[in-house]
T-cell receptor
Framework: GAGVSQSPSNKVTEKGKDVELRCDPI?????LYWYRQSLGQGLEFLIY????????KSGLPSDRFSAERTGGSVSTLTIQRTQQEDSAVYLC????????????FGSGTRLTVV | GESVGLHLPTLSVQEGDNSIINCAYS??????FIWYKQESGKGPQFIID?????DKRQGQRVTVLLNKTVKHLSLQIAATQPGDSAVYFC???????????FGTGTRLKVLA
């Protein structure tokens, strides 16, 4: 596609429910990243996918968070048993190689846990 | 859309004046730097980049300055316009790595 597409753009969920956030990267971009942006905070790295290599999951805050990337394209970030502190904007980005020349970001998914 | 952060440092500038946004980066091994602009409800957008073998780079109305001695990066915007109102982030990356480290951001408000 022309840009990085994320869905849904907004999600309100009840505490304890599971949510799935989707990212469709730019066609041909082999690298895909998830970041989290909380109010008053910078961008917090969550996970990185590069081609068929094992993902870098070092930024996932707890085992309630997981992500997968199917066929080297679309990625899904899953948060199980959501907590109020999970409320944030979740940003997906993609790039041609391992971040050279920066990323292209999607518009994000605003997650609100009530 | 809502603002991305309520407690960010804020720079208020009169329309037409020049803006200078500063960033202190953390890793002395970082050799590539980017400034991103994030408008309300949108993802960050690439503005300009600079490599560590340079100390200045100019784009259209924007200039990035790099001082490796004190690990400082700045973004200068000439003749600031209302459309420049946004949150600006600096990002750093070390050679051979794929992960960027982002600063907390500065909100630029352009006053008419």
């Amino acid at each position: 596609g022309a840009g990085v597409s994320q869905s849904p753009s907004n999600k309100v969920t009840e505490k304890g429910k599971d949510v799935e956030l989707r990212c469709d990267p730019i066609s041909g971009h082999t690298a895909l990243y998830w970041y989290r942006q909380s109010l008053g905070q910078g961008l917090e790295f969550l996970i990185y996918f590069q081609g068929n290599s094992a993902p870098d999951k070092s930024g996932l805050p707890s085992d309630r968070f997981s992500a997968e990337r199917t066929g080297g394209s679309v990625s899904t970030l899953t948060i199980q048993r959501t907590q109020q502190e999970d409320s944030a904007v979740y940003l997906c980005a993609s790039s041609r190689r391992g971040g050279d020349y920066g990323y292209t970001f999607g518009s994000g998914t605003r997650l609100t846990v009530v | 859309g809502e603002s991305v952060g309520l407690h960010l440092p804020t720079l208020s500038v009169q329309e037409g004046d020049n803006s200078i946004i500063n960033c202190a980066y953390s890793n002395s091994a970082s050799d590539y730097f980017i400034w991103y602009k994030q408008e309300s409800g949108k993802g960050p957008q690439f503005i300009i980049d600079i490599r560590s073998n340079m100390d200045k780079r100019q784009g259209q109305r924007v200039t990035v300055l790099l001082n490796k001695t004190v690990k400082h990066l700045s973004l200068q915007i000439a003749a600031t316009q209302p459309g420049d109102s946004a949150v600006y982030f600096c990002a750093e990356k070390a050679s051979g790595t794929y992960k960027y480290i982002f600063g907390t951001g500065t909100r630029l408000k352009v006053l008419a």
